[in-house]
């Protein structure tokens, strides 16, 4: 019983990087400890395992959730608009997507593939990404000369202000987690990195 509580708090501190990001998850719309599907009344394990974990996606420790089997997504393109060119979901967005296109259970984790509670509402994405803003694309100097419209990227180590830090891309790309953190750690609805009161988190990248 002392190991299980003792691997319990080390994964919160692996994953999470304090007590204190722990504490915004409860709570917050990631806290999937008081669904019925989640038979282990557990919140990290949705996700994150101390065992066993999948090691087939880069950058994603201890990962335990069923991946998504979508091939292609049909992505954002407005090319009126669009400078940059965007490129299939990868990286930390590919798994934002193991729950949010709606293929996959939400309560297929630790090697469960047959789950039937899929997630719902505004929440599900779907595999037509064409209507969400675009995700997985290069945000780069020559992305802000070419646009006009975009805020160079600062090397700040936090969020910017006015301007996007590189902390905020991933691989020098824009994903789900410039926006959202699914850890909370803000404690600001939606997830979000940083408040939108005017526009703010909009204005960190567009020039309006």
């Given at each position: 019983m002392k190991f299980t509580k003792l691997a319990s708090i080390l994964l919160v501190l692996f994953?999470?990087?304090?007590?204190?990001?722990?504490?915004?998850?409860?709570?917050?719309?990631?806290?999937?400890?008081?669904?019925?599907?989640?038979?282990?009344?557990?919140?990290?394990?949705?996700?994150?395992?101390?065992?066993?974990?999948?090691?087939?996606?880069?950058?994603?420790?201890?990962?335990?959730h069923q991946l998504s089997a979508v091939a292609s997504y049909t992505v954002y393109s407005n090319a009126a608009s669009l400078n940059a060119t965007v490129g299939q979901p990868?990286?930390?967005?590919?798994?934002?997507?193991?729950?949010?296109?709606?293929?996959i259970a939400l309560e297929n984790f630790?090697?469960?593939?047959n789950g039937t509670n899929m997630i719902s509402g505004a929440y599900n994405l779907g595999s037509?990404?064409?209507?969400?803003?675009?995700?997985?694309?290069t945000y780069d100097a020559a992305l802000v000369a070419s646009d006009g419209g975009l805020n160079a990227i600062t090397a700040a180590s936090g969020i910017g202000s006015g301007t996007i830090?590189?902390?905020?891309?991933?691989?020098?790309?824009?994903?789900?987690?410039?926006?959202?953190?699914?850890?909370?750690?803000?404690?600001?609805a939606h997830l979000l990195v940083k408040a939108n009161t005017?526009?703010?988190?909009?204005?960190?990248c567009h020039a309006k």
């Open positions: 994953v999470t990087g304090s007590i204190s990001s722990y504490a915004v998850i409860t709570g917050s719309s990631h806290d999937f400890t008081g669904d019925s599907w989640n038979t282990t009344s557990e919140i990290c394990i949705v996700c994150h395992t101390p065992h066993n974990a999948s090691t087939t996606v880069t950058n994603a420790p201890l990962w335990n990868n990286a930390s967005s590919k798994l934002c997507l193991s729950c949010h296109d709606g293929t630790s090697g469960k593939t037509n990404l064409s209507n969400d803003h675009p995700i997985s694309f830090s590189s902390s905020m891309l991933f691989a020098g790309k824009m994903e789900c987690a410039s926006c959202h953190d699914v850890h909370n750690k803000a404690n600001i005017g526009s703010a988190l909009c204005i960190t």
